[in-house]
């Protein structure tokens, strides 16, 4: 599993890091086929944005802020005007999607560093340099979450996630999977129920499938099996990621996780959402203020090219929903494990935060 990459900057001479392109795994792919794709320009980020080939918060982030590092090495190839290039850019990616916040957090990360440049003649190299800083600070929040995660998960646990929160979604080994893959490497007694997570699979096409090369037994469940599962005393806890916490606590994730929190709830399991605190969005008071992304509806109704559904019948897709802090038992994050109450936990972790700038969506 160390071997896979979700993401990664390959230069095109050793020894210098640019001229160099961005390497992304094509999760649209998975689990069939491995390809990885090979990126000069902005708009082939954005578009892998946009088609999920690239997905998960954290990633996105990523992600993020090299589209900027593409846009301005084309720009300076091009003799254009490069600060011009990157402000582009950095649209464009606020475009594609709007819920994780970590998206927003890279093209800000990249513009900051825009606005105080020295102005020397190498912008590209000092944009990538920052790209690279936050592609190793997300690999290192991944090891700090699922060393404080698995601090949960005793040999035997039985662990219900959603959606796809590892090696695929981050540029480490994960959130919520960091966690799992942490405490299978401390004592190798766990099991992992992964949500198939409609409409687009990442549960059965991404966690089972990365689970399964780590060797981390995985059983696939439809979503709406899982209080069921929980019902029937088969489950210890739940994990999931975040794209967004507010405030107070409030967490926007993939849709069906609010569900779940409500089924966790009514049968007395803890309920942990994992995430990088450069997920935390402290300038939202609440989940109310959180943008929902909403899909095509072909999604829905169409998947893999064959209609399941009347023509044009009416859709409902949500990508994310909200779940409340009340049901949330505890936010494990890089820093640490943040219990309620949460407004003032999560104002001290974002407060000793030096780079925790407020992303503008
Ligand atoms: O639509 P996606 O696949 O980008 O949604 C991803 C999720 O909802 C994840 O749970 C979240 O981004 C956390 S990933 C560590």
């Known amino acids: 599993v160390s071997e896979i990459r979700s993401i990664e900057w390959v230069p095109r001479q050793p ?29 082939e980020v954005a578009d892998a944005i946009r088609r999920l080939a690239v997905r998960g918060a954290p990633l996105l982030g990523v992600a993020a802020a090299y589209a900027l590092v593409v846009a301005a090495q084309q720009a300076q190839q091009a003799g254009a005007d490069t600060a011009d290039a990157v402000r582009r850019a950095a649209a464009l990616i606020r475009g594609t999607r709007p819920t994780a916040v970590n998206l927003f957090h890279g093209v800000d990360r990249i513009l900051h560093i825009l606005e105080h440049s020295s102005g020397s003649d190498d912008l590209a190299l ?12 997300d690999r290192e929040a991944c090891e700090a979450i699922g060393r404080h995660g698995a601090d949960l998960l005793p040999p035997g646990s039985r662990v219900l996630t959603h959606c796809n929160t590892g090696i695929l979604a981050t540029a480490g080994r994960g959130t919520a999977l960091g966690a799992v893959y942490e405490a299978f490497r401390r004592h190798g007694k766990l099991h992992v129920f992964a949500d198939e997570t409609r409409p687009l699979w990442q ?55 609010l569900a779940l929190a409500i089924a966790a709830r009514r049968y007395g399991l803890p309920f942990y959402v994992l995430a990088p605190v450069s997920t935390l969005d402290p300038s939202l008071p609440d989940g109310s203020g959180i943008e929902i992304e909403y899909r095509a509806a072909e999604e829905i109704v169409r998947p893999w090219g064959r209609n399941i559904a009347p023509q044009n019948v009416m859709v409902y897709a949500p990508a994310f929903d909200v779940t409340p802090a009340e049901l949330i038992t505890a936010i494990v994050t890089d820093r640490g494990i943040i219990r309620p109450p949460y407004e003032r936990n999560i104002a001290a972790a974002c407060g000793s935060s030096g780079s925790q700038r407020r992303a503008t969506p």
């Open 15 to 43: 020894g210098a890091p640019l001229p160099g392109s961005l390497r992304i795994l094509d999760q649209t792919l998975l689990p069939e086929r491995l390809v990885y794709r090979d990126i000069i320009r902005p708009e």
């Open 126 to 137: 000092e944009i990538w340099k920052e790209a690279d800083r936050l592609h190793r600070e």
């Open 203 to 257: 549960g059965a096409r991404l966690t089972a499938w990365e689970l399964q090369q780590a060797g981390i037994p995985v059983t696939v469940l439809c979503d709406n099996a899982a209080a069921f599962l929980m019902a029937s005393g088969q489950v210890d806890c739940i994990m999931v990621g975040a794209d967004r916490i507010a405030a107070n606590g409030d967490t926007a994730n993939k849709v069906g996780t």
